[in-house]
Structure formats: C-alpha cells, structure tokens
T-cell receptor, first 114, second 110 residues
Framework: GDSVTQMEGPVTLSEEAFLTINCTYT??????LFWYVQYPGEGLQLLLK???ADDKGSNKGFEATYRKETTSFHLEKGSVQVSDSAVYFC????WGTGANNLFFGTGTRLTVIP | DGGITQSPKYLFRKEGQNVTLSCEQN?????MYWYRQDPGQGLRLIYY???????QKGDIAEGYSVSREKKESFPLTVTSAQKNPTAFYLC?????????FGPGTRLTVL
C-alpha cells in the first residue's frame, strides 16, 4: 500500500542555518508529492508540490526534488528564519490506484531560534 | 475571499454526547475530506466525499458520520460510539490534486 515516512523531529536550528527534512515514500501507482506546512493552531497550507519524476517544487525559499530512483522528496532551505518555525508534512496522492485522498507522514516540528 | 471555514474553533463535549463539526467551502470544489490529527501523528482520513449525496469511509470512520446534502457543506458528527474523540479535526476540499484545508476544530471530551 501507499505510505510516507518522514524524518522524526523535533528539529531545532539557529537562524540562517541550512534545513533538510527527509521524506521517502511507497506507492503502487503514479504519485504526486507534496509538502504542507502547519503553523501553531492552524490548518495545513500547501508549501510546494511535484507531479512527476525529476520535477522540483519550490516556494518561499524551500525546495524539494521528486527522486523516483530513491523514492524520496526531501525538503530543503538554504537559510531558515524564525518565521519558518512550524510542523512540516510530506504527503502523496497516488493517481494510479484511483484513490482520491492524500497519504501523510507523521510531521516534523521545526523550531528556529534567533 | 474564497476558502474553507470550520466552526467552532474549540469545542467541549461531555462523554456520551454526539457533537457536529461544521465545514463550509466557497471554492466550488467537488471533493471534501475530514481528517483527524493527534499529537505526534500525521493526519488520518475519516471520511471523504467526491460529489453531493455520496461519501466513502476513510481509514478511521468508526464512531463518526457525515452527510453531503450540498456541495458547499460537509458536516462531521462525532458520536458517542467514538471511544477517544479528543483531537484536532481538519476539513479539506479539492478540485484536482491539491487539497485546501480549513483552520481546524479542536474537540475536547470532558
């Protein structure tokens, strides 16, 4: 079945540090991959997405590349800010199975300290 | 502004009571979803609906019920049969691959 495994947190970084949050997936069909961000007390917001192998999604300085050979979609940012503190979720939608829902990882809490 | 609204933001319930969480969207999306979020866990799908008057169980539907009488609305009822209902509930809608989420309702059973 489909699943997403992401790096357990929490992750604590100093401002301007480099961020990587690992995400790997298992899918039986043709997945699209997503990163969502959740700020305290709020719902999830789409951060970036990639729909096919070798696509790179990017937004607000965050990037992730869809790597089919390693079944990965790691999230990176070159210089984090305090405002990036949030929980980050990796997710996939598997078009090949006909499923209409997203499969989520468990989330990684990022705290950025000044 | 287009979006998804959930109400109330905080909800308290006594054991044995049913409670209904509201979800409304004005994005003209066909599909709507309910997820449950527990601390340290990802989102788990409760129910989803792809069109009006149709809905399917997700991974953890036991103790929950839904209706989809209008395209804009997808209310979730947490029944007394749900043994551990305290959680953060998120509603979402989608037209294509991307899902848009509401702000969530935090339900606490006293």
């Amino acid at each position: 079945g489909d699943s997403v495994t992401q790096m357990e947190g929490p992750v604590t970084l100093s401002e301007e540090a480099f961020l990587t949050i690992n995400c790997t997936y298992t899918a039986t069909g043709y997945p699209s991959l997503f990163w969502y961000v959740q700020y305290p007390g709020e719902g999830l917001q789409l951060l970036l997405k990639a729909t096919k192998a070798d696509d790179k999604g990017s937004n607000k300085g965050f990037e992730a590349t869809y790597r089919k050979e390693t079944t990965s979609f790691h999230l990176e940012k070159g210089s984090v800010q305090v405002s990036d503190s949030a929980v980050y979720f990796c997710a996939l939608r598997d078009w090949g199975t006909g499923a209409n829902n997203l499969f989520f990882g468990t989330g990684t809490r990022l705290t950025v300290i000044p | 502004d287009g979006g998804i609204t959930q109400s109330p933001k905080y909800l308290f319930r006594k054991e044995g009571q049913n409670v209904t969480l509201s979800c409304e969207q004005n994005l003209n999306h066909d599909a709507m979803y309910w997820y449950r979020q527990d601390p340290g866990q990802g989102l788990r799908l409760i129910y989803y609906s792809q069109i009006v008057n149709d809905f399917q169980k997700g991974d953890i539907a036991e103790g929950y019920s839904v209706s989809r009488e209008k395209k804009e609305s997808f209310p979730l009822t947490v029944t007394s049969a749900q043994k551990n209902p305290t959680a953060f509930y998120l509603c979402a809608s989608s037209m294509a691959s991307e899902q848009f989420f509401g702000p969530g309702t935090r339900l606490t059973v006293l």
